[in-house]
């Protein structure tokens, strides 16, 4: 293949995904508002007119937005890849003296910040206007810049270790690097499986024990029946940054945590709590999170292959106008380029995630031996995060993680416990 054919394959492939992307969310609008009028029949006796309406202008106006943020994203790696910044900035960082390993890593880390920079306009919108707008918004200016303090502080202690591994690796270890590349990212994921939940996300957020009472009995109670840790649940300080209410399960080992948000705690009822819990400890039970692993790792590995292919391969450097291959210019532009080859997994990906969550409902029907209070705690769920209640199919399977509400009713209501 020539570089003007690899050039080709790149931009069709590119143009495909941004049109997919864009068909998929104007079929999502028309499916919306070919519904406005009326409540979907099995939620209507628990979501109001008001809120109903209010949930589709919030999937409007997010959907307006990400055209906005699609189309600025096209540009920016477009002009990324084509302006010469990359080459131009290693030379640059080359010309300062840096040489080797330091040069590799100041390179990576430059360009961390410099794409996170451009990102950020978009994100305060998003924060500041849209989200406000629908008055879930508690981010507060001060909150918003010291995460972004704390965001490289993080690149400095984490990041730029885990830079100077990987690069050496890379440069190092011969014509399988791929392979050792792989066991070090492996590796480094463990380590983060363990330091995420004690170290990293208390910098962001308040972890607190539940407090004695009824809640905390009562969520004794079901992690006692299903073998699962107490000491493992959390409250955290959600309502720091937003009113959207979530709970999520993290961490390996003696590191395993389940943390409700303070807003969720705040919503629910307590049956409806420790049927969350029991979804939540269902995933852990199923071995989700393992699967998920094992998964990303066989991606990793592939794509470390391929990228030993590519890295010296001339005509991907020339189809992008670079002219002296180097390494660490290869990996960015293997990040860079890599999109459109593989978009099409996340998809795939997402449709394994949808048969988790139905598993984790099971187990939770299973676990609490009814299905009420899991039922009325994802309407909440729902109503509260403001839900788009008429995803198109299409649009819900390519997008969605996680089914959509009445997929999760329909399919909780067959279940038999
Ligand atoms: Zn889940």
């Known amino acids: 293949m020539t570089s003007q054919q690899f050039l080709a394959l790149f931009l069709s492939l590119f143009a495909l995904h941004f049109i997919i992307e864009r068909v998929l969310s104007l079929l999502n609008v028309k499916n919306v508002l070919a ?46 890849l084509f302006s010469g910044l990359l080459p131009k900035l290693f030379q640059f960082l080359s010309d300062k003296g840096l040489h080797g390993l330091h040069l590799g890593v100041t390179f990576f880390a430059l360009l961390a910040i410099i794409t996170s920079a451009i990102q950020l306009p978009l994100e305060i919108y998003e924060t500041f206007f849209i989200e406000a707008k629908f008055g879930f918004n508690q981010t507060t200016a001060k909150t918003f810049i010291m995460d972004k303090i704390k965001g490289i502080f993080l690149l400095v202690i984490l990041g730029v270790p885990f830079f100077y591994g990987l690069l050496w690796f890379v440069e ?9 590349a792989t066991a070090f990212v492996i590796g480094f994921q463990f380590l983060m499986m363990f330091l995420f939940p004690i170290f990293i996300a208390p910098l962001f957020n308040k972890f607190t024990p539940l407090e004695e009472g009824d ?17 493992g649940i959390f409250l955290m300080d959600g309502s720091k940054r937003s009113t959207h209410s979530n709970a999520y399960f993290t961490g390996i080992g003696k590191a395993r945590r389940i943390v409700l948000y303070d807003t969720l705690v705040k919503q629910m009822t307590i049956p409806e709590l420790v049927a969350v819990l029991a979804h939540e400890i269902g995933h852990y039970k199923k071995k989700h999170i393992v699967k998920m692993l094992t998964i990303s790792s066989i991606f990793t590995v592939a794509g470390f292959f391929i ?35 593989t978009f099409w997994l996340s998809p795939i990906m997402n449709a394994l995630s949808r048969k988790h969550e139905y598993e984790a409902d099971a187990y939770a029907v299973e676990m609490t031996g009814e299905n009420v209070s899991m039922e009325s705690g994802l309407l909440k769920l729902s109503e509260k995060n403001l839900s788009n209640l008429n995803p198109h199919p299409l649009y819900s399977s390519y997008h969605y993680s996680h089914p959509t509400l009445l997929e999760r009713i329909r399919a909780i209501r067959s279940l038999v416990y």
Not at 65 to 76: D, H, K, R
Not at 172 to 180: C, E, L, M, Q, S
Request: proline letters at 6%; one cysteine or more; a positive charge.
């Open 172 to 180: 190092k270890t011969g014509n399988f690097w791929w392979i050792w």
């Open 307 to 341: 990228l030993s292919i590519l890295i010296n391969w001339q005509p991907m450097y020339e189809a992008f106008g670079i002219q002296t291959p180097a390494i660490p210019l290869g990996i960015v532009l293997f990040m860079f380029i890599s999109g459109p080859f």
């Open 35 to 80: 519904h406005r009028h009326s409540v979907p029949e099995i939620v209507k006796n628990e979501i109001t007119p008001e809120t109903y309406r209010k949930s589709i202008e919030y999937t409007l106006t997010n959907a307006r937005f990400g055209w906005v943020s699609s189309i600025c994203n096209v540009l920016i790696t477009l002009a990324l």
């Open 215 to 231: 809640l905390k009995s009562s969520l004794e109670k079901l992690a006692d029946k299903c073998h699962f840790a107490a000491r």
